[in-house]
T-cell receptor, first 113, second 114 residues
């Protein structure tokens, strides 16, 4: 099955700095890559996603890049704010089935004021 | 609140007991998913429904687990003869088949087996 590895497991940044989280996947057929943010005790919420036919996508301070050849994708958060503190999960579709996702183990991001 | 809802939010049970959880998806969503999340890990796929049909089950889903979605709306997940290893957060998600495949998660049911 699909194996998604996520690094780092924890990330501490100064407010205003950028945060980068990287994920790799193993299934070359994967074509959908969402990122979820989960605050303590709350449900995972989608923050951005990308399909395999696109190399980069931006939404305000958040961007995702995808390198299909290398099978890795990254989340970039610029101008971090305290409310960005949360656990972030990357995921990849298992094969070309966009309904079945394999998640990374998560990155705990702490933004220091 | 028109998002995905789950009930109960917390369940404490003794080993060997049966438990049942309910998920109500977003009303127009025809796809429904169950995931399990343990501490420090990402959600793990358990099973998936399209309308009332259960189309896929993970190998993680032992014979003690059964899920239903009888009318293509809400879904139940039952765990029989619970074991301590079943302790986890059980998340439900829903999506609408089509160009947008975003999965919207519910708040989860936290199960503790003592």
């Amino acid at each position: 099955g699909e194996n998604v590895e996520q690094h780092p497991s924890t990330l501490s940044v100064q407010e205003g700095d950028s945060a980068v989280i990287k994920c790799t996947y193993s299934d070359s057929a994967s074509n959908y890559f969402p990122w979820y943010k989960q605050e303590l005790g709350k449900r995972p919420q989608l923050i951005i996603d990308i399909r395999s036919n696109v190399g980069e996508k931006k939404d305000q301070r958040i961007a995702v890049t995808l390198n299909k050849t290398a099978k890795h994708f990254s989340l970039h958060i610029t101008e971090t704010q305290p409310e960005d503190s949360a656990v972030y999960f990357c995921a990849a579709s298992i094969g070309s089935n966009d309904y079945k996702l394999s998640f990374g183990a998560g990155t705990t991001v702490t933004v220091r004021a | 609140d028109t998002g995905v809802s789950q009930d109960p939010r917390h369940k404490i049970t003794k080993r060997g007991q049966n438990v049942t959880f309910r998920c109500d998806p977003i009303s127009e969503h025809n796809r429904l998913y169950w995931y399990r999340q343990t501490l420090g890990q990402g959600p793990e796929f358990l099973t998936y429904f399209q309308n009332e049909a259960q189309l896929e089950k993970s190998r993680l889903l032992s014979d003690r687990f059964s899920a239903e979605r009888p009318k293509g709306s809400f879904s139940t997940l039952e765990i029989q003869r619970t074991e301590q290893g079943d302790s986890a957060m059980y998340l439900c998600a829903s999506s609408l088949e089509g160009s947008s495949v975003v999965q919207y998660f519910g708040p989860g049911t936290r199960l503790t087996v003592t």
